[in-house]
């Protein structure tokens, strides 16, 4: 598939600090890619290289195969939201959006801010100065304005880090319609680790200058190599016994007693042996479930790893 | 529309709203206007048709292309450091435009209304020489011609240079190279007028061209200029 954003061995070194020492990822038409890294730890660095608005040191950071700084009518197929909103205070909000939609010379352009301001529930502050905005309403406006011009490929720099929880689910709700409907590629940078495990295809961490960790959601829980297991045994009673069992077993690394039963640690993904040991014991179970590691867990061993 | 000009129409449109920033300018214009002005026109008050044209227009030479070039300098401060400070300009440059144009269309667009404000203190003069005279007071020929195509192209070399500047470089930086430029600029033109009431330039059609080709010059040199902007540059230049 068609590569639309492409890194190879990039670098950027401010003040002789290195922030990226050579990251290298690809991002194919459709995906909404999630970035997350701990606070400086290069993210905006690399969104602004992208965007052409820094060079790098070495290396190359594409989109559609061209460099930005250099590529004026690439920049047209490209929507940005970055930690500035690109919003006039002293502009309305039909006139913020205008002068963009004029900027790029989008067709339908009275329609579309209509369109836009009523999908960010605006259309009754339409004629507001946003200078008077909320910190919210303006990152709402800051969205539709991103995507105004319908891009091809969005780049969000921590889109919904000032918007309440229902503004949280609206902005989400957008970038899954936007990428399902109008298959547009989203390259999204987050601290919200819930929100990025609902919506995102695939992640990096970024971290120490490099990135720790590159896949989907689903292949980083599989393989981060360690699943837990809650057990609740039909006669609580026989937790000692389960303990003997259990302990034999060698992929459990931990054992825990938990209320009506335990809880073990397993250094593979299947809890089979387990199940199965109890049985041939004359163990009965009542439920077993299986703990799904979250993002959080993985992304918090990925920075475990790294200290 | 081209690109350029709704940049143009956004930074006037900004200009139009920033009411404190006009009333500013108005009020420094008043002062500066009156104090430049008043011994002069004290001294001829009393005097004959001719020398009052020859006040009006000396004045003129002086206050309009000044007083342009002031506002200019106050305006461009919010179409290009200002959008530095606030932080829009990194989206901006998202845009398709390149960097020459974004310079260009705010150039464009604080020039204007900075003419426009040029042209009012010229009506002013002349509102205020014919208040003195009991006879109609116009300003002579070759003085017309300054105002029209002088004026507006030395304007926009003050813009010009000021927001090539601002985008350059950082806050501090800005903060004392705009005074030395603004500065730059009132000392030539005072020298330029001294010359003129000392009789060393005679203002003729002649004059008023030459001035007019050397300013299209220098707007050349410094749209040049802008080729060594670059986005990096701007962008690690934000406050
Ligand atoms: N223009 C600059 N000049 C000097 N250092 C810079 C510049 N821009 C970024 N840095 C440094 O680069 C590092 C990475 O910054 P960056 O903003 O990319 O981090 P981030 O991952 O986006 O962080 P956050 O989660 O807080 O937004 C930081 O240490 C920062 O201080
Ligand atoms: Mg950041």
Redo the contacts with the bound molecule.
């Keep these: 598939m068609e590569n639309v954003v492409s890194v190879l061995n990039l670098k950027k070194t ?2 002789k ?1 290195p ?1 990226l020492s050579g990251i290298s990822f690809d991002v194919p038409r459709g995906e909404i890619f999630g970035f997350l ?10 969104i602004r290289i992208l965007l052409g608005l820094l060079r790098p040191d070495s290396g190359s950071a594409l989109v559609f195969e061209q460099p930005l700084e250099t590529s004026d009518k690439t920049r047209a197929r490209v929507g940005v939201l970055l ?1 500035n909103n690109g919003l006039f205070d002293k502009l309305t909000a039909y006139e913020n959006l205008k002068y963009y939609a004029e900027l790029y010379g989008i067709p339908d352009v009275e329609e579309r801010i209509r369109e836009l301001l009523a999908f960010t529930d605006l259309t009754s502050r339409k004629d507001t100065l946003v200078g008077t905005f909320s910190t919210g309403m303006k990152r709402k406006l800051g969205i539709a304005r991103a995507i105004l011009h319908r891009p091809e490929v969005l780049f969000l ?2 889109p919904t880090s000032t918007l309440d929880p229902e503004a949280q689910k609206m902005v989400r709700d957008l970038i899954v319609h936007l990428s399902g409907d109008e298959s547009m590629t989203v390259f999204l ?1 987050s ?1 919200n680790l819930d929100e990025v495990q609902k919506i995102c295809s695939r992640v990096a961490i ?1 971290h120490g200058g490099t990135i720790k960790a590159l896949d989907s959601v689903e292949n980083l829980r599989k393989n981060s190599g360690v699943t837990n297991v809650r057990i609740t045994l039909s006669d609580s009673s026989q937790v000692n016994e389960a303990r003997s069992v259990v302990s034999k077993i060698p992929t459990v690394t931990d054992f825990k007693e938990i209320e009506e039963g335990f809880s073990v640690t397993l250094s593979d993904s299947s809890a089979s042996p387990v199940i199965s040991g109890l049985c041939s014991a004359g163990i009965a179970i009542e439920e077993v479930v299986k703990d799904k590691r979250s993002l959080e867990d993985i992304y918090i061993d990925v920075m475990r790893e790294e200290a | 529309m081209n690109p350029i000009l709704v940049v143009a129409k956004k930074e006037m449109k900004q200009i139009a709203k920033n009411r404190s920033m006009l009333i500013g300018i108005v009020l420094f214009m008043g002062v500066f206007g009156g104090m430049t002005s008043i011994g002069a026109i004290l001294s001829v008050i009393e005097g004959d048709a001719e020398s009052i044209v020859a006040l009006l227009d000396s004045l003129m030479m002086y206050l309009v292309l000044v007083l342009g070039v002031f506002s200019g300098y106050f305006l461009s401060s919010q179409a290009f450091l200002g959008e530095k400070t606030g932080g829009t300009i990194e989206t901006l440059l998202c845009s398709p435009l390149p960097l020459r144009d974004i310079w260009l269309g705010k150039v464009i667009g604080v020039m204007i209304p900075s003419y426009a404000i040029a042209l009012l203190i010229a009506g002013i003069l002349v509102a205020l020489s014919n208040t003195a005279a009991d006879f109609l007071v116009l300003p002579s020929v070759v003085m017309i011609l300054f105002i029209l195509a002088v004026v507006p192209v030395y304007i926009a070399c003050a813009v010009g240079i000021l927001g090539f500047v601002q985008l350059l470089l950082g806050m501090k930086e800005n903060q004392i190279i705009n005074i030395v430029l603004i500065i730059g600029f009132i000392a030539a033109i005072s020298v330029f007028d001294s010359f003129v009431t000392e009789g060393l330039i005679v203002m003729s059609a002649a004059v008023v061209g030459a001035m007019f080709i050397l300013g299209i010059l220098l707007l050349g040199i410094i749209g040049y200029m802008t080729r060594i902007l670059n986005r990096e540059k701007i ?2 230049t934000l406050p």
Aim: charged share 25%; net charge negative.
């Design positions: 401010f003040d600090k922030v890294g701990p606070n400086g730890s290069g993210k905006t660095t690399t930690e720099d921590e940078s601290h970024l | 962008v690690t």
